[in-house]
């Protein structure tokens, strides 16, 4: 069975329809950040931007020996758990390499 490309429009501002003229292969670059947005997902919300009641109650439920934090090094949040504490802005592990 082949896979066929599938065509898909959305709107947008004019705005931003002037500065994705500008763009020299539009289609690759909305590709590619699709992709990337969806590579970069929020676990919880899935992109939606909040939670529902139930997954609230397990967030709540989660925050009880966990904590959000801000790195130290880079300066983005994260998350921290009582048992394991780690050095905000150890970027060894997860959270990736320091900047240089």
């Known amino acids: 069975m082949s896979h066929k490309d599938e065509v ?34 929020c676990p919880l919300c899935h992109g ?23 790195c130290d090094v880079c300066g983005e949040s994260f998350l921290a758990c009582d048992e394991h504490e780690p050095h905000a802005g150890d970027h060894s592990g997860r959270h990736g390499a320091p900047p240089r």
Request: proline share 2%.
């Open 8 to 41: 898909i429009t959305f709107k947008v501002d004019g705005a931003l329809a002037e500065e994705l003229r500008q763009i020299p292969n539009r289609s690759e670059f909305i590709r590619q950040a699709v992709l990337q947005a969806l590579q970069f997902e």
């Open 48 to 70: 939606s931007g909040t939670l529902t009641a139930n997954q609230m109650k397990h967030w709540e439920s989660f925050t009880e020996h966990h904590r959000v934090e801000t």
